[in-house]
């Protein structure tokens, strides 16, 4: 089995071979390791399939319904496309993302238990949000970050009993972050990953999916509420959840290694009269609604203030936790208008033409009249409905204000109609359009606060 990187040989541009050079202009002194700003190209190699790398319960399956390229989440096998460039590609994909439902294997999504007397003191200690308010059978959209507020990762958290909670993970090894904390703090718990995995029901005939999967009772779960139920005769936990803007939900097998078959033909079979089709993760539909990827858009020194999830940092949790006088400090500095970065994220639109697939590199940012690179594009794509591209960037933190112009530095086979591979662009809101669930920070802006419990 041969799985191909993002791009097909052929579309390498050999001319980038020279534009490989990290650029100075870039203010990254704030940063230990710093962004690779090389504009390399796609660097096409063929993924080696080896047992180093872990093929998910649903990765055999994924192949089987024609997923030809991949990358590597959380040390596993990740499908990121199943619809061919001469086919339409990830474009064909958004159609039935939008107006039809989807399923995705998002086994990568690694599953940690943290459970005990004390899970919820230990789960409280770990994220910023407050834990105390996450009712059984409900579930919130976390973020959990070091001693110096850098963001490790940002998971949906699921209490599914009062004892027990499951980090469904980002790409980033927080067990082992977990474990460590509590080698030194000692809570009551136990903390290991499980054999859970999940897949994303995601679009308009999603509830119709899983009413036929679960029975009407699905339609009442709220958002980021949670559901038991069997498919095809095996446990598994339901969640109105997902990696989109649109109506979602995504279903937890256990003993998934034992049952995935299961599972997966018992959804396809019911997903039949819904037209459903296995896509991968929609990014394209992700960043229109403003949702952050850890390890492209955030990492571990990635501060929230800097990307839109100050909203994660509440101000009204009296209770100590990992990274809260750094973070504390920080917002004060920022309120104060000295931030502790140098770069904050921003949502533009700009120019060329549609961005239609996976960008190989963080294109590069200038001010409106071009010059030296400023800032970094860290997810680009097209969208069909705005009929423009979209993207998260980081910028200096003077250029952030709406109506902001700037320049975008595209890769050739992105260029505008004139042949210009330097085009405008114009910082926006972000979201960039709105959508079925408003998340918690649109939430919170609704009621005047910038901070979610």
């Not at 090389?38 to 055999?60: F, N």
């Not at 203030?305 to 940092?313: E, G, M, P, T």
Request: aromatic share 10%.
């Amino acid at each position: 089995m041969a799985v191909k990187f993002e791009q097909a040989p052929q579309d390498y541009p050999q001319q980038r071979a020279g534009a490989a050079r990290q650029p100075d202009s870039v203010d990254q002194s704030d940063r230990r390791v710093p962004i690779n700003l090389r504009q390399s190209g796609p660097t096409p190699v063929e993924m080696l399939i080896s047992t180093r790398v872990r093929k998910s319960p649903y990765w055999h399956l994924s192949y089987e319904a024609g997923c030809w390229r991949a990358t590597v989440y959380n040390r596993m096998y990740h499908p990121r496309g199943y619809v061919h460039p001469e086919d339409g590609g990830a474009m064909v994909e958004y159609e039935s993302l939008i107006n039809d439902v989807t399923m995705w294997n998002v086994a990568v999504e690694r599953q940690i238990q943290v459970k005990g007397p004390d899970a919820e003191r230990f789960v409280n200690y770990v994220i910023t949000r407050d834990a105390t308010k996450i009712k059984p059978m409900r579930g919130k959209y976390v973020i959990l970050c070091n001693e110096e507020g850098g963001i490790i990762n940002d998971p949906v958290l699921l209490r599914v009993a009062e004892d027990e909670f499951w980090f469904s993970l980002s790409d980033s090894d927080l067990e082992f972050w977990l474990r460590g904390v509590n080698i030194g703090m000692g809570f009551d718990v136990s903390i290991a990953e499980i054999d859970v995995a999940p897949v994303q029901i995601q679009g308009p005939k999603s509830e119709a999916l899983m009413a036929d999967l679960f029975g009407e009772g699905v339609k009442d779960i709220p958002y980021y509420g949670l559901m038991e139920g069997q498919v095809a005769g095996h446990d598994v936990i339901v969640s109105q959840t997902g990696f989109t803007g649109e109506k979602g939900y995504e279903i937890y097998l256990k003993e998934a290694t034992k049952y995935a078959e299961d599972l997966w033909y018992t959804v396809l079979a019911a997903g039949e009269p819904h037209n459903l089709r296995v896509i991968a993760p929609a990014h394209h539909r992700r960043i229109a609604a403003g949702i952050l990827s850890w390890g492209q858009d955030v990492d571990q020194e990635t501060l929230p203030f800097q990307c839109a999830l100050a909203y994660q940092v509440p101000r009204n949790k009296d209770a100590d936790y990992i990274g809260k006088q750094k973070l504390e400090k920080a917002r004060e500095q920022v309120d104060a208008g000295r931030p502790p970065f140098s770069h904050i994220m921003v949502g533009i639109r700009f120019g060329g033409a549609p961005v239609t697939d996976y960008a190989n590199d963080f294109w590069l940012i200038s001010g409106p009249d071009g010059g030296e690179p400023e800032g970094y594009v860290t997810s680009p794509w097209y969208s069909p409905e705005l009929e423009t591209n979209i993207a998260l960037a980081y910028v200096p933190f003077d250029l952030r204000a709406v109506g902001t112009h700037l320049t975008v530095h595209l890769p050739v086979e992105y260029a505008a109609a004139d042949g210009s591979t330097s085009v405008g662009a114009e910082v926006v809101e972000v979201p960039f359009r709105p959508s079925v669930n408003p998340n918690a920070r649109e939430r919170a802006r609704a009621k005047g606060i910038d901070f979610a419990d």
